[in-house]
């Protein structure tokens, strides 16, 4: 394979997934209608409202949990620290449309907590207050115990991967642990932690299950809505651009904070970073900080999912579940794979040619994790559509035979959105892995007559094998817990665990729902546990 056909490749790709989002903007040129009148005179003030709120809280949420627990199972000692390390990362495996519907369940006037309060004290419902947990303060509670592990990870990395001498210089300058975090290891993880923040926020303009479930009017609710309330694909598009812009800031925010980010480390010797062991008071406060993002976002609600599921599992548990099973699986396992191959070919492709269109075309393919999956089902379905009937169209009239929906009506469709939405984790993971692989070996394979086609398969694919599992890892647990492109871009008589667990939910069956949702889960527990190992073995000379 020359290199010219890589370059081609990458910037087919490019062109391809690059068209979904072009779909949605091109809608803010299209004509306005009697339906988006109706929505900026009834309910897109709400929408903005709400999001921004979403937004600040589950900011400053992810951003205070997940760096100060990065900073203690980093840098502190105290008991537990090495459950904690891989531990607080578990609340990534949890859908947070399952844990919306479990505190649902718990927390509302008719579940246990507030019966058992009013059994204990002797209240009735005007002799107390009790936060609604349907609200946009619940919606930001969900997410911010779901998101913050995107903080923690990259800001565990950051700090796992400072150099010793930084910190001992700012402690012979009298800085303590407390002043030599703030000023010295803070600014030194700055960019990685603006990254963590970015991802969590995108992930939050993009929730749709947690927020409907909540009757939290947001865009991505909006979007459902006027698509299939309303029957205006145009107008959903147009809310689906402003949502877009916003995360082109959001992503434009983050890129500028990185970019003007200079920071070097001119030491080559690295040792075990210092352990500032704690006691007393100090050490109880960190244990604590510890245990309850784990306790709140992962022990509690799947407790409650796993003692639901006991107890409908006479009746949830059957065929029709193993059946839902196999759709999710499968149609995870292919887009893992799919993804994976996809990465492959770009990550190698700008390795043999690192041009200026090779590497634009790389980062345009990895933009779509920062495209929500309303706005992608959008973007999808709009050209697939079109397709479909200009094709149906012409073989009626030449061949007098349908075709029906070959795209936008099968899973081909739904595919796709996955590759758009999923392709930027794998692909970062199999560039970082390949860039750690010597060019010495690139020459020793060419000069032994291996083209580059076969060099990667027989030198660098068994090198980077782990890392190409790892990406397929991540992206199938990611598919396995998207529900907005899932929802609306299934076919039909198609459902998957997500869209079943949601439905269940939606209508009021919090206890049939949970035997799903606990599959998911199950299914997110390996990936999330080998990431946390590797990044504890990240560190230069290191290795634990």
Known sequence: MSLNAWSIYAVVI???????????????????????RHLVDTVLWNYIRNTLWIMLGVGLATLFTGVLTAWLVTTCRFPGRRVFEWALLLPLAVPSYAIAFTYAGMFEFAGPVQSALREWFGWSRADYWFPDIRSVGGAVLVMGLVLYPYVYLLARAAFNEQSVCVLEASRALGRGPWRGFFQVALPLARPAIATGVALALMEALSEFGAVQYFAVDTFTTGIYRTWFGLGDSRAASQLAAILMAVVLVLLLIERRSRGQARYYHTSTRYRPLPGYRLKG????????ACF???????????????????QTAGRMIDLTLLRLAWNSISLAALAAVLAVMVAAVLAYGVRLRPSFLTIAATRVASMGYAVPGAVLAIGVLVPFAWI??????????????????????TLIALLFAYLVRFLAISFNTVEASLAKVTPNMDGAARSLGLGAGRTFFRVHAPI???????????????????????????????????????ELASDERLADSASAALAIVLAGLVPVILLSRAIARSRPGGGR
């Open 14 to 36: 490019a062109l391809l997934v690059s068209v979904p989002i072009l779909v949605v903007f091109s809608a803010v040129f299209a004509p306005t209608g009697e339906v988006w």
């Open 281 to 288: 008071m100090r050490r109880a406060l960190a244990v604590l």
């Open 292 to 310: 309850l993002p784990i306790f709140f976002g992962f022990l509690l609600p799947g407790a409650q999912l796993l003692v639901w599921s006991i």
């Open 388 to 409: 479909d009937n200009t094709l149906d169209a012409w073989m009626r009239s030449t061949f007098g035979v349908s075709t029906g929906l070959l795209l936008s009506g």
């Open 464 to 502: 980077i094998g782990g890392s190409l599992l790892t990406a397929g890892l991540l992206v199938f647990v990611d598919v396995m817990k998207e529900l907005p492109a899932t929802l609306i871009m299934r076919p039909f008589n198609f459902n998957t665990l997500a869209v079943r667990s949601f």
